[in-house]
């Protein structure tokens, strides 16, 4: 399966934007979709992740009650929605896929190519 995330862009803080993420070469129905991002300098961040169904949401405590992660069915892209965005939230934005749940980003098995997002003060 390949992943193509989408909707990075600069933005002011206080500001929202929605990014997507659209699988190619089959289904997404039996994984687990998580974002992770990557600010300069730092390791790769659990974000936030979704079951197959999209019955169950994760969220890392950073942005918990700012992000949500959605997604309709495995046809659809999976969405992550940010608001109140802060300059800690700067870094590139990535989509991945894995079969169980996880936190870490070396279980996922599948990465999309990572989409900027910029948080100015």
């Known amino acids: 399966v390949q992943l193509q995330a989408s909707g990075g862009g600069l933005v002011q803080a206080g500001g929202s934007l929605r990014l997507s993420c659209a699988a190619s070469?089959?289904?997404?129905?039996?994984?687990?979709m998580g974002w992770f991002r990557q600010a300069p300098g730092k390791e790769r961040e659990f974000v936030a992740a979704?079951?197959?169904?999209?019955?169950?949401?994760y969220y890392g405590n950073p942005v918990i009650s700012r992000f949500t992660i959605s997604r309709d069915n495995a046809e659809k892209p999976v969405y992550l929605q940010m608001n109140s965005l802060t300059p800690e939230d700067t870094g590139v934005y990535y989509c991945?896929?894995?079969?169980?749940?996880?936190?870490?980003?070396?279980?996922?098995?599948?990465w999309g190519q990572g989409t900027l997002v910029t948080v100015s003060s």
């Open positions: 991945a896929a894995v079969e169980k749940f996880a936190v870490e980003a070396g279980r996922y098995t599948h």
């Open positions: 070469g089959r289904t997404l129905s039996s994984y687990y």
């Open positions: 979704i079951s197959q169904n999209g019955a169950s949401m």
